[in-house]
């Protein structure tokens, strides 16, 4: 009996020192952390496949759960930089398509329209998640994500935003009530408008309107991306579709860029801005659907047709 429990004791030491052993030789490709990273591409893959396919609905549906994954890691505290830094690819590009593919469900499944709204907000509040993250980031764990990684995302917001006012505009007309007043819709445009600026900052690009040289500008992101970190080069690679890092500047301009002057540009115009400006003026929703009202519907519509894509 003694002997047996001897034997016991033995194979328990046995057992504590040998699984610590065991634990540190696990492939890397094992890991909990490479996995999450191997279900997140495959997920954005099925993504991109229903996108591609016009299947919107199943593409935003698969791109809220990747955003959702990838910032549970970035926001979790005890996460490493590197993991961080793996998820943080996903998270942008998803935030991103869900900017765009908003607009086209809405557009093409006659939603209702307190759906919309909410639609372009919870879009909204996703970007805003995303950059309150790296905000975060930065200030409290000192992980500097780069604004060339991300700056489409002013973009994809920019769009949103247009859209919603256009909404929000639109609406006022078909409730035959002021759902929300004209001058703050515009607002909304306004505010657009300001996230489009922004994007050009960042690339160097102080007045988009006057700047001949924007274009080239733009173009030569891709000879900085080939030498750029992975986790950058493969953000921008699922944002837009292209995995050939040559061509990146020129898909970068193409898709968001040239549309993006083209708003501002109308956007700067004296008829515009004066169309823009009579939302303050109106008192009945009469006046509104009426004469007075047509010139802010056009203006709107003008807008949304040179922000509007399905490039890519």
Same mark, same amino acid.
């Given at each position: ?130 950059? +309150? ?101 493969? +953000? ?10 040559? +061509? ?40 509104? +659907? ?23």
């Amino acid at each position: 009996m003694r002997m047996n429990k001897a034997f016991q004791l033995v194979i328990m030491l046995f057992l504590l020192t040998a699984i610590p052993s065991f634990a540190a030789t696990v492939p890397e490709s094992e890991k909990p952390q490479t996995n999450i990273v191997q279900k997140l591409n495959v997920r954005y893959q099925k993504g991109r496949s229903r996108e591609q396919l016009s299947a919107y609905m199943g593409a935003a549906a698969a791109y809220k759960d990747i955003l959702k994954q990838s910032l549970l890691i970035i926001n979790n505290g005890q996460k490493s930089s590197e993991d961080i830094l793996s998820v943080m690819p996903f998270a942008i590009s998803s935030g991103y398509r869900l900017g765009l593919i908003t607009q086209w469900i809405n557009a093409e499944n006659a939603e209702k329209l307190y759906e919309q709204l909410q639609s372009y907000k919870d879009a909204q509040d996703d970007i805003e998640k995303i950059l +309150t993250s790296i905000a975060n980031l930065e200030i409290d764990r000192g992980i500097n994500i780069p604004n060339r990684q991300y700056n489409h995302l002013y973009y994809a917001r920019a769009y949103i935003r247009l859209s919603w006012a256009s909404a929000l505009i639109n609406g006022n007309a078909w409730k035959r009530y002021f759902i929300y007043m004209p001058a703050d819709a515009v607002l909304m445009i306004n505010a657009s408008m300001q996230d489009l600026k922004k994007m050009f900052a960042n690339y160097s690009v102080t007045d988009p309107i006057k700047d001949n040289d924007a274009d080239r500008k733009v173009e030569q992101f891709s000879a900085w991306l080939r030498t750029a970190p992975r986790e950058e080069q493969l +953000t921008l690679k699922l944002s837009f579709f292209n995995p050939q890092l040559e +061509t990146m500047g020129e898909s970068i301009r193409k898709n968001v860029t040239s549309k993006a002057r083209e708003v501002l540009v109308l956007y700067s115009s004296p008829q515009l801005q004066n169309s823009l400006a009579t939302a303050k003026d109106f008192r009945s929703i009469d006046e509104y +659907t009426g004469d007075a009202g047509k010139p802010l519907f056009y203006a709107v519509a003008e807008l949304q047709k040179a922000i509007g894509q399905r490039s890519f």
